[in-house]
């Protein structure tokens, strides 16, 4: 892990969300803006948070202050679902889930079996991370061990908090892509041993999706998650049509897809699946009843043609969600981007996504559905630092457009839907600043 500068200082603008009530969407009372604000962080936590006028007599002489006046800080984004060996075809034309799958994203993760490969891409994932203003991730890896060392090597090179884990896939994909129930099980247990709770790594036991895997190995993940009961399950479900009615023909004695889940014992507080954009009513109570979380992902769900994720409904079932790019049937690493996305699918359904509502599935929302809200998502005291400086005017539209902002509701609102890397002026990573941007505009 590289070193952690003992105490360092930030004035600027900051804004984040204190905290929820479940069900209550609208969340303006627990919105916190401070227009002069100080953030005192101490070994990488947050030691002191509030107004400047308050806090700045409690700076020892020596230290370095850095003032950001222009600039609005956030707390760090987080990506509740995203694929790193998919960083090179994002964007791959023309195909919904099933086909897309088997035409572009098989025989890329087929390269993940070269160790030197994957780091090269883990690297890249990271950077790109990053530049985007996400500071913590809960990614797939392949069904190789070797990318599950190289990724997690890269997040400790910049003491990254991420979770990550090895695909489990024993069917229906090519051999060089598949492991067996045993050994899906055996390459986890080393890879959980070697890397849950190191450092800011924590792992996800990630079967890919019920087709690919036999009743054995859901069977086999159920026993590790019973066995290691603090590791996370990560997997997809109820993206599109057709994947459904196959998970429907693959298991017909369960009731449904996520009954599959359930049954193997792979639902539960610190389970996330990615999509759910088709869930039964039943299957809506399900994720409620075992506090299982949802990773909306609105750029993958619109890139694959799969549906519009009724994120309502998460406010009114009580369910924990969490925004995801799903790089790469997602567009963008940019949380932004994704917000922009996810402000029209709610659109298409007749609803609203209030900006402050954005900011909170972006940060602590994020952290809920990750069960890591008592260490991020906001600028609460003893809190992690990871945090964004954001520059809401990035390109001349932007400058005229925040000159009119009402508000700091607007300005924010304006930023998701005009902003993306360009707006990321820096990026705080358990304190220490992991990614400044250049000067000169890309
Ligand atoms: N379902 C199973 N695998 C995948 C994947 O790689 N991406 C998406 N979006 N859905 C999946
Ligand atoms: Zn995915």
Request: glycine share 6%; net charge negative.
């Given at each position: ?55 700045h007599s409690r700076l020892p002489t020596d230290l370095e ?305 990750l069960s890591l809200d008592d260490r991020l998502g906001n ?64």
């Open positions: 892990m590289s070193s952690v500068i003992a105490t360092t200082a930030i004035r600027g603008r900051f804004l984040d969300i204190q905290n929820t009530v479940a069900q209550a969407r609208d969340i303006h009372d627990q919105v916190r803006y401070v227009e002069d604000g100080l953030v005192i962080i101490h070994e990488g936590k947050i030691q002191w948070f509030g107004p400047w006028r308050e806090g202050l850095q003032h950001y006046p222009d600039q609005l800080i956030v707390p760090g984004f987080i990506d509740t679902h995203i694929h790193f060996p998919q960083t090179e075809m994002v964007g791959a034309y023309g195909e919904q889930l099933l086909e897309w799958l088997n035409t572009y994203t098989f025989p890329t993760e087929i390269q993940f079996q070269d160790a030197s490969y994957s780091e090269k891409i883990a690297e890249f994932f990271v950077q790109e991370l990053l530049k985007n203003g996400t500071t913590t991730a809960l990614v797939f890896c392949t069904v190789h061990p070797e990318s599950v060392d190289a990724l997690f090597n890269a997040a400790t090179t910049r003491n990254m908090r991420l979770i990550a884990g090895k695909v489990l896939m024993d069917r229906h994909a090519p051999e060089a892509l598949t492991d067996t129930a045993e050994t899906a099980y055996i390459d986890s247990k080393a890879l959980i041993e070697k890397w849950h709770g190191q450092g800011r790594n924590l792992y996800a036991i990630t079967p890919r999706f019920a087709p690919t895997s036999t009743p054995e190995q859901l069977q086999k993940a159920g026993q590790l998650k019973a066995e290691y009961p603090d590791v996370y399950v990560h997997t997809h479900l109820s993206e599109n049509k057709n994947e459904i009615a196959w998970v429907k023909e693959l298991f017909p004695e369960r009731e449904g897809y996520l009954d599959v889940y359930h049954h193997y014992g792979l639902t539960g507080s610190k389970s996330v699946f990615a999509h759910c954009v088709h869930l039964e009513d039943e299957e809506w109570d399900c994720m409620h009843q075992t506090d299982s979380a949802i990773a909306f992902c609105p750029t993958s769900n619109l890139f694959l043609g799969s549906g519009l994720f009724p994120l309502k409904k998460t406010w009114d079932k009580g369910v924990k969600v969490g925004l995801g790019t799903d790089i790469g049937a997602g567009t963008s690493f940019n949380q932004l981007q994704t917000l922009n996305e996810a402000y029209k699918v709610q659109q298409l359904q007749g609803e609203k996504l209030s900006a402050f509502e954005a900011l909170y599935h972006a940060t602590l929302g994020g952290a809920k559905a600028f609460n005291i003893g809190k992690e630092a990871d945090f964004v400086v954001l520059n809401l005017n990035a390109t001349a539209l932007q400058q005229l457009r925040q000159s009119r902002a009402k508000n700091i509701e607007d300005a924010f609102f304006a930023l998701t839907m005009l902003g993306d890397d360009r707006n990321i002026a820096a990026t705080y990573v358990y304190g220490a600043a992991v990614y400044v941007k250049a000067a000169a505009s890309e």
